[in-house]
Protein backbone atom coordinates (compact mmCIF):
# COMPACT_ATOMS: atom_id res chain seq x y z
CA UNK A 1 0.00 0.00 0.00
CA UNK A 2 0.84 3.54 -0.14
CA UNK A 3 3.71 4.78 2.31
CA UNK A 4 5.28 8.28 3.47
CA UNK A 5 8.53 8.38 5.46
CA UNK A 6 10.02 11.31 6.62
CA UNK A 7 13.17 12.25 8.82
CA UNK A 8 12.90 11.97 12.32
CA UNK A 9 12.89 14.29 14.42
CA UNK A 10 13.55 16.78 16.22
CA UNK A 11 15.59 19.30 14.04
CA UNK A 12 17.33 21.86 15.48
CA UNK A 13 18.59 24.63 13.63
CA UNK A 14 19.72 28.69 14.18
CA UNK A 15 17.97 30.97 12.99
CA UNK A 16 18.52 32.23 8.83
CA UNK A 17 19.97 28.42 9.06
CA UNK A 18 18.81 26.52 5.94
CA UNK A 19 16.48 23.77 6.38
CA UNK A 20 15.92 20.68 4.81
CA UNK A 21 13.69 17.79 5.65
CA UNK A 22 13.95 14.91 3.92
CA UNK A 23 10.48 12.68 2.55
CA UNK A 24 10.45 9.53 0.48
CA UNK A 25 7.04 7.76 -0.47
CA UNK A 26 5.79 4.57 -1.75
CA UNK A 27 2.33 4.21 -4.26
CA UNK A 28 1.42 3.20 -7.38
CA UNK A 29 0.58 5.44 -9.83
CA UNK A 30 1.08 9.28 -9.66
CA UNK A 31 -0.09 10.46 -6.67
CA UNK A 32 -0.16 14.23 -4.93
CA UNK A 33 2.09 15.27 -2.58
CA UNK A 34 1.48 17.98 0.42
CA UNK A 35 3.71 18.97 3.06
CA UNK A 36 1.46 19.79 5.68
CA UNK A 37 2.68 22.53 9.59
CA UNK A 38 1.18 21.80 12.85
CA UNK A 39 2.21 25.20 15.12
CA UNK A 40 1.62 24.83 18.56
CA UNK A 41 -2.10 24.35 19.53
CA UNK A 42 -3.29 24.67 16.05
CA UNK A 43 -4.57 22.10 13.93
CA UNK A 44 -2.73 21.02 10.62
CA UNK A 45 -2.29 23.58 7.51
CA UNK A 46 -1.65 23.04 4.06
CA UNK A 47 1.96 24.46 3.46
CA UNK A 48 2.37 23.23 -0.12
CA UNK A 49 1.55 20.94 -2.65
CA UNK A 50 2.52 19.38 -6.24
CA UNK A 51 0.44 16.85 -8.36
CA UNK A 52 2.95 15.93 -10.85
CA UNK A 53 6.49 15.00 -11.47
CA UNK A 54 9.12 17.75 -11.41
CA UNK A 55 6.08 20.11 -10.04
CA UNK A 56 7.49 22.38 -7.74
CA UNK A 57 5.31 23.62 -4.63
CA UNK A 58 6.24 26.77 -2.77
CA UNK A 59 4.66 28.81 0.01
CA UNK A 60 5.89 31.32 2.76
CA UNK A 61 9.64 30.65 1.54
CA UNK A 62 9.22 26.80 1.84
CA UNK A 63 9.68 24.91 -1.34
CA UNK A 64 9.66 21.17 -2.41
CA UNK A 65 10.04 19.40 -5.59
CA UNK A 66 8.32 16.13 -6.82
CA UNK A 67 11.00 13.80 -7.76
CA UNK A 68 9.27 10.89 -9.18
CA UNK A 69 12.75 9.60 -10.35
CA UNK A 70 14.05 8.96 -6.37
CA UNK A 71 10.02 8.99 -5.09
CA UNK A 72 10.92 12.16 -2.72
CA UNK A 73 9.41 15.14 -2.14
CA UNK A 74 12.03 16.59 0.10
CA UNK A 75 11.27 20.21 1.99
CA UNK A 76 13.40 23.10 1.85
CA UNK A 77 13.56 26.60 3.40
CA UNK A 78 16.51 28.77 2.41
CA UNK A 79 16.70 31.01 5.82
CA UNK A 80 14.31 30.27 8.85
CA UNK A 81 12.88 32.27 10.84
CA UNK A 82 12.18 31.20 14.90
CA UNK A 83 8.62 31.69 13.83
CA UNK A 84 8.52 28.60 11.51
CA UNK A 85 9.10 26.36 14.69
CA UNK A 86 5.76 23.40 14.24
CA UNK A 87 5.86 20.36 13.16
CA UNK A 88 5.79 19.32 9.37
CA UNK A 89 4.20 16.43 8.27
CA UNK A 90 5.01 15.25 4.45
CA UNK A 91 1.39 13.20 3.28
CA UNK A 92 0.34 11.97 -0.11
CA UNK A 93 -2.99 11.48 -2.09
CA UNK A 94 -3.41 8.86 -5.13
CA UNK A 95 -4.87 9.69 -8.00
CA UNK A 96 -9.00 10.70 -7.87
CA UNK A 97 -8.91 9.53 -4.45
CA UNK A 98 -9.91 11.16 -0.77
CA UNK A 99 -7.86 9.28 1.56
CA UNK A 100 -4.78 11.31 2.41
CA UNK A 101 -1.72 9.15 4.12
CA UNK A 102 0.87 11.03 6.32
CA UNK A 103 4.23 10.67 7.71
CA UNK A 104 4.80 10.51 11.49
CA UNK A 105 5.66 14.24 11.76
CA UNK A 106 9.13 16.13 12.02
CA UNK A 107 9.27 18.56 14.92
CA UNK A 108 11.45 21.65 14.27
CA UNK A 109 12.90 23.74 16.33
CA UNK A 110 14.38 27.37 15.21
CA UNK A 111 16.77 29.02 18.23
CA UNK A 112 17.18 33.31 17.88
CA UNK B 1 -14.58 32.56 7.66
CA UNK B 2 -14.36 30.55 10.78
CA UNK B 3 -12.54 27.52 10.27
CA UNK B 4 -13.53 24.21 11.55
CA UNK B 5 -14.38 24.34 14.94
CA UNK B 6 -14.12 21.36 17.16
CA UNK B 7 -15.06 21.11 20.76
CA UNK B 8 -14.01 19.70 23.74
CA UNK B 9 -10.35 20.58 23.05
CA UNK B 10 -9.23 18.84 25.80
CA UNK B 11 -10.81 15.60 27.69
CA UNK B 12 -9.93 13.31 30.99
CA UNK B 13 -12.00 10.13 31.16
CA UNK B 14 -12.05 7.07 33.43
CA UNK B 15 -11.51 3.65 30.86
CA UNK B 16 -14.92 2.48 30.79
CA UNK B 17 -16.46 5.74 30.04
CA UNK B 18 -18.34 6.78 27.32
CA UNK B 19 -16.43 10.08 25.54
CA UNK B 20 -18.18 12.48 22.66
CA UNK B 21 -16.32 14.83 20.30
CA UNK B 22 -17.81 17.35 18.28
CA UNK B 23 -16.85 19.08 14.60
CA UNK B 24 -18.56 22.04 13.15
CA UNK B 25 -17.07 22.00 9.64
CA UNK B 26 -16.15 25.61 7.78
CA UNK B 27 -19.87 26.48 6.42
CA UNK B 28 -20.22 24.92 2.43
CA UNK B 29 -18.01 21.89 3.28
CA UNK B 30 -19.56 18.50 2.01
CA UNK B 31 -16.63 16.27 2.84
CA UNK B 32 -15.96 15.56 6.65
CA UNK B 33 -12.95 13.71 7.99
CA UNK B 34 -12.50 12.54 11.28
CA UNK B 35 -9.01 11.51 12.01
CA UNK B 36 -6.91 9.89 14.88
CA UNK B 37 -3.58 11.12 15.62
CA UNK B 38 -1.45 9.10 18.23
CA UNK B 39 1.44 10.98 19.81
CA UNK B 40 4.40 11.59 17.49
CA UNK B 41 2.83 9.86 14.73
CA UNK B 42 0.77 11.59 11.39
CA UNK B 43 -3.21 11.30 11.75
CA UNK B 44 -4.79 8.23 10.46
CA UNK B 45 -8.22 8.38 8.96
CA UNK B 46 -11.31 6.96 10.72
CA UNK B 47 -13.72 7.94 8.78
CA UNK B 48 -15.18 10.24 6.12
CA UNK B 49 -18.47 11.88 4.88
CA UNK B 50 -20.02 13.38 2.08
CA UNK B 51 -22.77 15.25 3.20
CA UNK B 52 -24.61 12.78 5.48
CA UNK B 53 -23.01 9.64 4.32
CA UNK B 54 -20.29 8.27 5.37
CA UNK B 55 -18.64 6.60 1.94
CA UNK B 56 -15.26 5.66 4.15
CA UNK B 57 -15.25 4.25 7.72
CA UNK B 58 -13.67 1.20 7.07
CA UNK B 59 -10.83 1.93 9.59
CA UNK B 60 -13.10 3.16 12.30
CA UNK B 61 -13.43 0.31 14.89
CA UNK B 62 -16.57 -0.13 15.35
CA UNK B 63 -17.14 -2.18 17.99
CA UNK B 64 -17.20 1.13 20.35
CA UNK B 65 -16.68 3.83 17.58
CA UNK B 66 -19.57 5.27 16.03
CA UNK B 67 -19.82 8.94 14.53
CA UNK B 68 -22.89 10.24 12.58
CA UNK B 69 -23.65 13.70 10.72
CA UNK B 70 -26.92 13.69 10.57
CA UNK B 71 -27.87 16.75 8.63
CA UNK B 72 -24.91 17.00 6.38
CA UNK B 73 -23.32 19.44 8.52
CA UNK B 74 -21.88 19.27 12.02
CA UNK B 75 -20.78 15.79 13.26
CA UNK B 76 -20.29 13.93 16.43
CA UNK B 77 -17.42 10.90 17.05
CA UNK B 78 -18.37 8.69 19.76
CA UNK B 79 -16.15 6.30 21.87
CA UNK B 80 -18.02 3.87 24.02
CA UNK B 81 -16.42 2.65 26.35
CA UNK B 82 -13.15 4.11 25.94
CA UNK B 83 -9.52 1.89 26.58
CA UNK B 84 -6.18 2.99 28.21
CA UNK B 85 -4.95 2.89 24.64
CA UNK B 86 -7.71 5.43 22.56
CA UNK B 87 -5.64 8.11 24.67
CA UNK B 88 -4.64 10.68 21.68
CA UNK B 89 -5.70 13.56 19.86
CA UNK B 90 -8.79 12.94 17.30
CA UNK B 91 -8.78 15.45 14.33
CA UNK B 92 -12.02 16.80 12.20
CA UNK B 93 -11.21 18.53 8.71
CA UNK B 94 -13.70 19.15 5.72
CA UNK B 95 -13.17 20.44 2.12
CA UNK B 96 -15.75 21.28 -0.59
CA UNK B 97 -15.99 18.02 -2.17
CA UNK B 98 -13.83 16.69 -4.61
CA UNK B 99 -10.89 14.85 -4.41
CA UNK B 100 -8.37 17.72 -5.41
CA UNK B 101 -9.66 20.07 -3.09
CA UNK B 102 -7.67 21.32 -0.08
CA UNK B 103 -8.58 20.16 3.55
CA UNK B 104 -8.83 22.13 6.31
CA UNK B 105 -7.84 21.14 9.91
CA UNK B 106 -9.45 21.71 13.31
CA UNK B 107 -7.21 22.16 16.34
CA UNK B 108 -8.44 18.71 17.26
CA UNK B 109 -9.60 17.23 20.86
CA UNK B 110 -6.71 15.87 23.12
CA UNK B 111 -8.39 12.94 24.62
CA UNK B 112 -6.50 10.97 27.72
CA UNK B 113 -8.19 7.82 29.17
CA UNK B 114 -6.66 7.24 32.89
Known amino acids: GNSVTQMEGPVTLSEEAFLTINCTYT??????LFWYVQYPGEGLQLLLKATKADDKGSNKGFEATYRKETTSFHLEKGSVQVSDSAVYFC???????????FGAGTRLFVKA | EAGVVQSPRYKIIEKKQPVAFWCNPISGHNTLYWYLQNLGQGPELLIR????????DSQLPKDRFSAERLKGVDSTLKIQPAELGDSAVYLC????????????FGPGTRLTVL
Open chain 1, 27 to 32: ATGYPS
Open chain 2, 93 to 104: ASSSGTSEDTQY
Open chain 1, 91 to 101: ALKGTGGFKTI
Open chain 2, 49 to 56: YENEEAVD
